[in-house]
């Protein structure tokens, strides 16, 4: 109950200093009481510590040369980096991202109980570090099925293909599980749209490649996605037809390269799972 009041009290913060991003925010977040009435709250990008005021920022950064973010770098490739983080090793930093996130998401999330999760911080690297641009939770267990708790695309860097990045690379990360796996509910809206359209070009892939009858188990063995996704997917896209008291999967090639034309044209960014170095923690 008070998470929930805390979830949908009015916004607080009005903007963040994130590196060279200044952001406005979206929703309310519960920082602690001291920083909870400021405008502006200015975190280092990198550890997360978060200021009250540009001065205090610029001499905290002064002290402070580190320029990614801890934990382990699991994935590289090209500029990209995803490191995977403990909340349990690194609890201020986890806390401090997901009171970062929740100033991005309306529904309740976790703020301070960080140590069941780990995270994973996707960055864009250059010159001066690893600087992060969207992130996703994961429980370490997870009795739902559930591969990822909470998923983030910072503002500045939405509409690039990063959420589908990060949607991908937890399906890969349920691959190495040998497990199926599902977002925690409930979804965003823009969640959903982002997972839809996901679940939709991996179907549609496996479905165009595939030569023969194919089920609904097969398809969730070779994706990681849950049976229940890929009907309700199927489904919206009209692909399951009641036939004879049985549901059939029923696409023409057409219908494919309908879904898929708009797809390939746009270029998205891939996980190149021979990047990946991960072992499943058990
Ligand atoms: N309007 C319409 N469609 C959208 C939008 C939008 N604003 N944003 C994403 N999509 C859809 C599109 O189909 C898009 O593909 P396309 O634009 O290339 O056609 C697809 O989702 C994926 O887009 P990405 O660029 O990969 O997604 P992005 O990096 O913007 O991240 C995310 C998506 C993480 C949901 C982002 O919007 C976000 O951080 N939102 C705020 C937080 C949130 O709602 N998180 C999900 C909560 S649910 C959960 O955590 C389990």
């Known amino acids: 109950q008070r998470e929930h009041e805390a979830a949908t009290r009015v916004k607080n913060i009005n903007k963040i200093v994130l590196g060279k991003w200044e952001i406005n925010t979206w929703y309310f977040s519960p920082f602690p009481k001291d920083y ?19 001065a205090a920022l610029e001499r905290y950064l002064r002290r402070n040369d580190v320029a990614h973010p801890p934990g382990d770098e699991i994935y590289r490739c090209a500029n990209i980096s995803v490191f995977e983080i403990d909340g349990a090793v690194c609890k201020t930093y986890c806390q401090n991202l997901c009171l970062l996130a929740k100033l991005f998401l309306d529904h309740k999330t976790l703020y301070y109980d960080v140590d069941p999760f780990l995270f994973y911080v996707m960055t864009e690297c250059d010159d001066h570090g690893c600087h992060p641009v969207a992130y996703f939770s994961k429980e370490k267990r997870s009795a739902e ?18 959420g589908r990045f990060l949607i991908a690379f937890s399906y890969e990360l349920s691959r190495k599980e040998g497990k199926v796996g599902t977002p925690e509910r409930p979804l965003s809206d823009l969640g959903m749209v982002s997972y839809r359209s996901y679940w939709s070009y991996v179907l549609l892939s496996i479905l165009q490649s595939h030569r023969g009858a194919i089920s609904i188990k097969q398809l969730s063995e070779m994706s990681a996605i849950k049976m229940d996704d890929i009907v309700s997917t199927l489904h919206a896209l009209s692909l399951i037809k009641y036939w004879k008291g049985q549901h059939m999967i029923s696409v023409s090639p057409r219908i494919i390269q309908e879904h898929l034309s708009a797809e390939t044209s746009r270029n998205a960014l891939q996980v190149d799972a021979s990047k990946l170095q991960w072992i499943p923690h058990h």
Request: with cysteine; charged share 20%; proline share 5%.
């Open 36 to 54: 909870a009435d400021c405008d502006t709250l200015y975190f280092c990008e990198f550890d997360l510590h978060f200021v009250k005021s540009h």
């Open 145 to 162: 099925e559930y591969n990822l708790a909470c998923i983030l695309t910072l503002p500045p860097y939405q509409r690039k293909g990063y």
